[in-house]
């Protein structure tokens, strides 16, 4: 099973490269050009779509009846597995990641990734105050944001999640748009704790949109956990139904 897992790991990431350099020159442009970076944001559902397609790895995108696609979000889901990022990706919003520093020294993915999102070092105070003023330029200039609230992959306890940092509630509270909650229900099922894949169903929900609406910095942490519970409830029916 063990051999299984290592050459379909390593098929898939022959594929990740085939299908990230298909599309990295149409990316580029959009670093390059910045009036084409919404067009190259909205390559990023394509792409990881693409990528699940050439792995033969059956996936589902539910969206809410509520949401508007032409409002703009602060996008949030739970992260448990680095295959997050390709399901997180694959929902057809478009918007700039905040991301660690450490995605900026792969080469070319790294170039891309800092000139099309946000990257942040969580252990560097001036680094997270940069990325805050990145966020709300981000929001005036029209674009989505998409965080993962935990800080990171911190849960030892599949599906519960860690903490949740109160940037990305910060960030919808002050420009007052609302919080669209995803739950990546599978991700972990197939990435767990190392680099091996397993073939696995990946079913992304993306809820209803949370209004910033009755909440202020004052009352921020109940924003944060009103949005804390929603993904909790579905991921623990999501792990239960498995």
Known sequence: MNLLKFFYSVYAL??????????????????????????????????????????????????????????????IANHFSYFDIPAFVAINIPMKLIGKMDVSNIPLLGYIFKGLHIYVDRKDKESRKKTYIKSYKAVDEGFNVGVFPEGGIKTKKVPQMAEFKDGAFAIALKKRIPILPVSLLDAYRIMQGSFLLSWHKCRVICHEPISPEGYSMENLEEFKKKCYNILDSKLRKGFLSN
Do not use: C, E
């Not at 190259?40 to 969206?63: T, V």
């Open 14 to 75: 022959i594929m990740f490269t085939i299908v990230f350099l298909f599309w990295s020159p149409f990316l580029l442009f959009g670093v390059w050009f910045k009036s084409l970076s919404k067009s190259a944001l909205r390559l990023k559902h394509i792409i990881a779509k693409s990528f699940m397609l050439s792995i033969f790895m059956p996936y589902s995108i539910q969206y809410s009846k509520k949401i508007d696609f032409n409002k703009q979000y602060v996008i």
